[in-house]
């Protein structure tokens, strides 16, 4: 190549093509999708339904108590204004109260655009996809907890 010139004559490398987001129901016409939040993970199955929200045997209001866990469990069907129309099953293990409401949703979110992937733009861009990857920090030696350090004294 003596200039920048014959650069045009260069085919362009092979594009990748956009992901093809395709439908993956069972036979049961359910789809499932693993959510995790902290230490809590959360198997969610997705079918078409009446709305009923049930967790780990429970009804949701009855195994989340707060409000504030219940509203975060249902941010993700309300976003997708599919309010009424899926019955969602899950099972969830690990982690406190607010880690197990957090995992559900992302499992949720997860499970819902694999059923209908149409709806993977709108929950992408409220944020419903993406893990949330905080966990606790680990305790270093040397140290009370994982940064706090022990009183000082001089004398």
Known sequence: MADLSSLKDLAPASEAAAPVHVRKVDSLGRS?????????????????GTGKIT?????????????????????PVIAAARTGQFDIVATVTGGGLSGQAGAVRHGVSKALTYF??????????????????????????GKAKARRSFQFSKR
């Open 32 to 48: 499932y999708a693993t959510g995790k939040r902290k230490n809590a993970v959360a198997r969610v199955w997705v079918k078409a």
């Open 55 to 75: 967790v780990n045997g429970r009804d949701f209001s009855a195994y989340f108590a707060r409000p504030v866990l219940q509203m975060i469990l249902q941010q």
């Open 116 to 141: 209908e992937p149409g709806l993977r733009g709108v929950l992408k861009k409220g944020g419903f996809l993406t893990r949330d990857s905080r966990v606790v920090e680990r305790k270093k030696y």
